[in-house]
């Protein structure tokens, strides 16, 4: 079952306390104008997945925007570390958890010298595995919208940020065409570029393909995906892709923090493959399985019917 606000234990500018509780100033920098960077991972039976790595690309983003948060990335770690450990008792029969550590430049704007102290968050949640694990079967709808990526020259897509009214209106613009569908984004060239908080692969004559990180989210869960293909010995490339090269695919799939490795099945109403989630993509998601020491597709099938047990 979903759980209460009120029930996680987030750590929220120094002190520990229900998540229900936390309240972002309505002057917060953060609030205001999205001046903030996150990040945010998952466990696996309990225990988190590269959290460093997370945190790492965390601090990039700090760097990147100017926002000194008063400790040190190995204080995160830690921090994330203790709560799981306090939201551990929430987890649950099978289930894992989410954690999410967010930081904004604080109350003030203009000059930015004026702005802070930071404000600096760290809030953990169930994986909401019902949004998703039904579509290991029939696979994921992607649909390539109009509304596009942010420009390198705005906002460097590598920075993990808050400013995402694109994306909302992508997954809008997205249901619009297909009820089911996932947004796909593309950069100002044409090309595609990511989701809304997922990053896209394609697989043409055994290679796997994906965006270069020139105008994308440098995943987490990319990188585990091309870390694995190397092992499996899978021949991964990033280059520059069009609609063309997705319409005219063997398969495709997904990748984000929750759901792993996630088939797409349709593009833009087009079958993509035989219209069934591609051997690649399951063959990576048991590799993945086996390096977390977790059945994913169980375990996502098993979730969702406890967290939803009349859906």
């Not at 940020?161 to 994306?167: G, I, Q």
């Not at 899978?234 to 695919?249: G, N």
Request: charged share 25%; hydrophobic share 40%.
């Amino acid at each position: 079952m979903s759980r209460a606000n009120g029930d996680y234990a987030a750590y929220f500018n120094g002190e520990w306390m229900p998540l229900g509780e936390v309240r972002i100033d309505p002057l917060d920098s953060g609030f205001t104008v999205g001046d903030v960077v996150f990040d945010l991972g998952r466990t696996f039976n309990g225990v988190s997945f590269r959290l460093k790595e997370h945190v790492d690309r965390l601090w990039r983003s700090l760097k990147f925007v100017r926002i000194d948060p008063g400790m040190s990335a190995d204080d995160m770690i830690d921090l994330s570390e203790e709560a799981l450990r306090r939201n551990e008792h929430l987890r649950g029969e099978a289930q894992d958890l989410t954690v999410r550590q967010f930081v904004t430049r604080g109350v003030g704007g203009r000059p930015r010298s004026a702005a802070g102290p930071p404000t600096i968050g760290v809030i953990v949640q169930h994986v909401q595995f019902g949004g998703f694990a039904h579509l290991y079967e029939t696979g994921a709808h992607g649909v390539i919208t109009r509304t596009r990526s942010h420009p390198a020259q705005t906002i460097d897509p590598k920075l993990k940020h808050y400013s995402r009214l694109n994306f909302n209106l992508a997954d809008i613009e997205a249901a619009d065409v297909d009820p089911e569908g996932w947004a796909i984004l593309m950069d100002m060239d044409g090309y595609l570029t990511e989701g809304t908080g997922y990053n896209v692969f394609l697989v043409s004559n055994g290679v796997i393909k994906t965006p270069t990180d020139r105008a994308i989210l440098q995943g987490i869960s990319r990188g585990a995906v091309l870390d694995l293909a190397n092992q499996l010995g899978i021949e991964a490339v990033e280059e520059d892709l069009q609609p063309y090269d997705l319409y005219s695919a063997d398969e495709a799939f997904f990748t984000g923090t929750s759901p792993c490795v996630l088939p797409v099945t349709r593009a833009d109403h087009r079958q993509i493959g035989d219209g069934r989630p591609g051997p690649v993509a399951k063959q990576l998601l048991a590799a993945w399985g086996e390096m977390v020491g977790v059945d994913i597709v169980g375990q996502a099938k098993h979730c969702a019917k406890l967290q939803h047990p009349t859906g």
